[in-house]
């Protein structure tokens, strides 16, 4: 049964967490980084939950060969409560992993992202300013299908990072979730690695730091330093600081 969440946030380095663990012997990331079991547009449509689940782990566990620990990698889990109530069903026992990244560089990366592949058009500037009119425009019957502006234009909606937290830790015991910061990824590989270890309670597993994503490089437009500054400013007033997240995770 799967009992390792990578649960986000979305381009906070999930992709290179998943890779650096799936070279350790007990850990089996499954097929794709990313599962997308509990938000599956179906999900909250099965009777039976935990087959439904099994059903897609299993398709996903190709070359999987008795690895104590399988980890999904599905970073969008952290944006719905009931995304990780949904988790937590399945296996009350799993331990979570959350990375968290500057929420304007995190927008501004989901940003080029959607626009490389396609599915947004709008400046950086006019994706952040409509945002919230695209998002209060969806009803709860397609909110969550995969071409959702919930999943492709929540730009600044997921950087609101003390409400994901609280949800987290209402859902979750904090003994089975672990929190730390994309910086601190990058900057101290070894020490953070080493700690994610322990917080599995598996032997610790030389694994050499690497870039495994670089950023999408989409067109630049002049208002685009106007995009950062409303994005400072809607963080601002939303209160999102390092010092708010670390007073709920250590509360």
Request: proline share 5%.
């Amino acid at each position: 049964m799967l009992n390792l969440h990578i649960i986000g946030v979305q381009k906070a380095g999930t992709t290179a967490l998943a890779s650096f663990l799936h070279q350790h012997p007990s850990i089996y990331v499954v097929d794709g980084k990313e599962a997308h079991v509990f938000d599956h547009p179906l999900y909250s449509e099965q009777s039976d939950k935990i087959t439904f689940a099994n059903t897609i782990y299993k398709s996903k566990l190709t070359n999987y060969q008795e690895q104590p620990i399988i980890c999904d990698a599905t970073p969008i889990t952290v944006f719905r409560p009931e995304f990780m109530q949904a988790c937590q069903l399945y296996n009350p026992n799993a331990k979570f992993i959350l990375i968290l990244r500057d929420p304007v560089e995190r927008a501004i990366s989901h940003y080029r992202m959607s626009r490389s592949r396609g599915q947004e058009k709008r400046t950086m500037l006019g994706a952040f300013l409509m945002e919230r009119f695209r998002l209060n425009g969806m009803n709860r019957s397609n909110s969550w299908s995969f071409d959702s502006p919930f999943r492709n234009h929540s730009y600044l909606s997921r950087g609101l990072y003390s409400k994901q937290l609280r949800k987290v830790y209402n859902t979750v015991p904090k003994k089975q979730l672990l929190v730390f910061r994309q910086e601190e990824l990058q900057h101290h590989h070894e020490a953070v690695m080493g700690k994610i270890f322990d917080f599995l309670d598996i032997p610790s597993h030389n694994i050499t730091p690497s870039q495994i994503f670089a950023g999408q490089k989409v067109t630049a437009y002049r208002s685009d330093i106007l995009a950062k500054l409303y994005a400072q400013l809607y963080f601002f007033i939303h209160k999102e600081t390092p010092k708010q997240w670390d007073k709920i995770i250590n509360s």
